[in-house]
């Protein structure tokens, strides 16, 4: 099933979507608390939605949020070998990953408090000057766990969505002069959605233990990258299992691939050089799409004044 969420008469609803209506369920029903227990839920309340809706809408006169509006977490990895070579030379032509990306699927947690909806705005953040995309895939945990085999972490993923995890390009390489990692530069928006889709609706993609999914990234109409999830050089279960070595995991939470190969603008700059397209500004348009996963449409838009560093200097 396709589940999504919307916003009602002021009121965030689930549905399901079927064909170009969306079956939305009674009011107070979340996504996320639908994730609770070993799924009997969400299979129960999404029958109920098809059989019994509360109310019927044409999709094109729905208001579509993130399917998970709040996650409880998200995790972003980096599991195409293709975008981090080619993000890599930016510091040089003969740039190399460092080993310890092909011994385990790392990641860092990013701000689940950002979260946009498929159709929204996106404002470019405070101070940037390097605004980027980046097309990637999303699983969300429909149970909890700890010390998971790859095997048990897949068997917990309830639904796939579709993620753009905005970059200020300019903040980020220079947070990365220190040893903690993003910040500001991965801290303004989080595109979900359109759909959540359950694993069964995918099975017709399934390649071992990757999916034979086409992604496509554009801006202004234009195609600027092309990939597939079976790219990936970790599996979905791989980086659950990982994330969960003595950690407890919970339902609801959201494990996001990291940008495929062509998916944002910084690959291009490494690759080709800077002149090769100019950063996101206000007005461009971006569109994201993954085969079953739906299409995310988003309008940049300008944002708040500069940061003024003098401010928040040392010392000050």
Known sequence: MRFVTIEHESVERVGVLDGETIR?????????????????????????????????????????????????????????????????????????????????PSFYFTNSNSVHGPYDDVAVPPGCTAFDLELEVAVVLGAGGRDLTPAEAERRIAGFMLMNDWSARDLQVAEFALPLGPSKGKDSAISLGPWFVTPDELAPMRRGDSYDIALTARINGEVIGLDSVGSMSFSFGQMIAYASRGTDLRAGEVFASGTCGGGCLAELWGRYGPEIRDPLAPGDVVSIEAEGLGRQISRVVAGAPGIDFEAFGAGR
């Not at 979340?30 to 969400?42: C, H, I, T």
């Not at 996650?71 to 981090?84: G, I, K, W």
């Open 24 to 104: 939305v369920l009674e009011a107070g029903v979340s996504l996320l608390g639908l994730l609770e227990g070993d799924g009997s839920r969400l299979e129960e309340a999404g029958e109920r939605a098809i059989r019994d809706p509360d109310l019927v809408l044409p999709i094109a006169d729905a208001h579509l949020r993130a399917p998970v509006p709040q996650p409880p977490s998200v995790r972003d990895y980096m599991t195409f070998e293709q975008h981090f070579e080619g993000v890599a030379r930016r510091a040089g032509p003969d740039a190399t990953l460092p080993p310890f990306w092909y011994a385990a």
